[in-house]
């Protein structure tokens, strides 16, 4: 019992974080609207969400069965704090959450199917690649680190056990995004930039992110897989983690996919 109950703890803590990353989203999006009423607290909502999505890496880390991946998601949870502390930390945090990260996937490579594996690798590469891009100062790499996470984000269904009616919500999204993205281009293009931070990137990869993530989700949501759902909405909202603040639950969504949902 005391390990279920560890685990829902885990669960939720990585939730909550989810769900602040989800207002971080929907706020930035809002203050770029030139007809909003009000600007939304997107310089506070935002250390916000790094803050609990660091402080939840800590906790799914002591519940880790796995002493080695309790430390990578440690170093990412600690880490991800200092670099709300100090801007001095920015460098070796951008080290720790992606070695973190990595070893956190390694640590569970026995769970993990073929398929799994390889979405959990690219989403640790896109990880790598888009540190290098801003924290690193290597801009150059950005639009791969851009491509490299939509696509992650975009193949999460094969760890779904998808259904032909979540399979349609997200293709509707892919048609969607698609369809306004060749209506309204210069729409689709700041929603895109301001939400995910992508850049350089082709209109197929981000409509294959939106489709691959409202499948992921609407499968969890039909199965109660919660940390599934938590792990692909830390992913989406986080989008590109080309900045700590975007990388911390980049990281958490990618120890949740292989820790808590994966592991479980």
């Known amino acids: ?18 769900a602040a990353l989800a207002g971080r989203f929907l706020a930035a999006l809002t203050v770029n609207v030139p007809t909003a009423p009000a600007a939304a607290p997107v310089g506070l909502l935002t250390p916000v969400a790094t803050a609990l999505a660091a402080l939840a890496a800590v906790v799914v880390g002591f519940t880790e069965r796995d002493p080695v991946a309790g430390v990578g998601l440690l170093f990412v949870g600690v880490f991800g704090i200092l670099s709300l502390l100090s801007a001095a930390a920015a460098t070796p945090a951008a080290v720790a959450v992606v070695a973190g990260t990595a070893v956190v996937t390694v640590a569970h490579r026995d769970m993990l199917d073929a398929g799994t594996g390889a979405v959990a690798g ?8 888009g540190l290098a891009s801003g924290v690193g100062g290597v801009a150059s790499l950005r639009p791969l680190a851009s491509t490299l996470a939509l696509a992650g984000i975009g193949v999460t269904p094969v760890v779904a056990a998808t259904d032909s009616s979540a399979l349609v919500r997200g293709c509707l999204a892919f048609g969607a995004v698609v369809v306004v993205g060749l209506s309204m281009p210069f729409v689709a293009g700041a929603v895109t930039l301001v939400g995910t931070g992508a850049v350089g990137t082709s209109l197929p990869v981000v409509a294959l992110a939106a489709g691959g993530a409202v499948t992921t989700a609407s499968a969890a949501g039909r199965e109660r897989r919660w940390a599934l759902l938590a792990a692909v909405a830390l992913l989406a909202f986080a989008g590109v983690p080309v ?15 292989v820790s808590l949902e994966v592991a479980r």
């Open 243 to 257: 900045t700590l603040d975007r990388a911390v639950p980049f990281a958490l969504g990618v120890a949740a996919l």
């Open 1 to 18: 019992m005391a390990g279920v109950d560890h685990r829902r703890a885990a669960v939720a803590v990585t939730a909550l974080a989810a």
């Open 122 to 129: 690219l989403l640790v590469l896109a990880l790598g690649v």
